[in-house]
């Protein structure tokens, strides 16, 4: 049966091809990005599939409720919610690193999250069934100089997943914290706000 997935940080990335895999096997996608013509391009290159583009900045807490509160009825009923927006800014260590980017990060990775699944929930809740993906990180558990915010984010969200799914024993909505390594999409070059050659070198040497 089709079922009606929303994905956060649909434009790039690990959320862009969750958006893919669940759009040709036959699902209805909602598809979530702050970048409009990126989450256009994906609509057009999923031609023929069912999803639905809504731009929206996960920060903000308004903006977040309002677009989940009012999606067509098509959509509204749903099933699964992957929480893939989220960012690393910078690579300093404590003392050089940004107040500014760590305050981004923590925005972004943790509140907007929050902002996200509180929206979802009760959808869930009242159908009594659902199934929450967050975007943890190896970073979560292991830290690396430099990862010093970015990691603790991730610890956020581990935490967050294992108590979220005590709180929701009983109603049939599942939620696990996906921990991926190092992985090559956009997320570099964000890091290091542009500096594609930086980006580049993050992953010389792997393979
Ligand atoms: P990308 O940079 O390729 O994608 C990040 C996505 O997050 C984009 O779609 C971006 O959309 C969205 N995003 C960022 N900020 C916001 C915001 N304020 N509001 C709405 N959307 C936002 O990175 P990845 O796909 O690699 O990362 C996805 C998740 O996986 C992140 O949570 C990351 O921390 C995690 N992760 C990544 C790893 C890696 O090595 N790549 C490894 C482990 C975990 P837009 O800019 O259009 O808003
Ligand atoms: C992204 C993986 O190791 O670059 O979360 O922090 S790492």
């Known amino acids: 049966m089709s079922k009606i997935i929303l994905v956060t940080g649909a434009t790039s990335g690990f959320g862009?091809?969750?958006?893919?895999?669940?759009?040709?096997?036959?699902?209805?996608?909602?598809?979530?990005?702050?970048?409009?013509?990126?989450?256009k391009e994906l609509q057009n290159e999923l031609e023929g599939y069912d999803t639905f583009p809504l731009a929206f900045d996960v920060r903000d807490k308004k903006a977040v409720m309002s677009h989940i509160n009012n999606l067509p009825t098509a959509y509204k009923d749903i099933d699964i919610l992957i929480n893939s927006a989220g960012l690393a800014l910078g690579l300093e260590l404590a003392p050089d690193a940004f107040i500014e980017d760590w305050e981004q990060m923590i925005d972004t990775n943790i509140k907007g999250l929050l902002y996200v699944t509180k929206a979802i929930l009760p959808i869930m809740v009242k159908r009594k069934c659902g199934y929450i993906f967050n975007l943890g990180?190896?970073?979560?558990?292991?830290?690396?100089?430099?990862?010093?915010?970015?990691?603790a984010t991730k610890a956020f969200v581990e935490q967050f997943s294992y108590n979220l799914r005590t709180?929701?024993?009983?109603?049939?909505?599942?939620?696990?914290?996906?921990?991926?390594?190092?992985?090559?999409?956009?997320?570099?070059n964000v890091r290091f706000k542009g500096e594609t050659d930086k980006a580049q070198k993050v992953y010389d040497g792997y393979e």
């Open 16 to 39: 862009r091809e969750c958006a893919k895999i669940f759009a040709k096997n036959g699902d209805k996608v909602i598809i979530t990005g702050r970048r409009e013509k990126k989450l």
């Open 137 to 151: 990180s190896i970073a979560g558990s292991w830290p690396y100089q430099g990862g010093n915010v970015y990691g």
């Open 167 to 188: 709180d929701l024993k009983g109603t049939n909505i599942r939620v696990s914290n996906i921990e991926p390594g190092a992985a090559k999409t956009e997320f570099s």
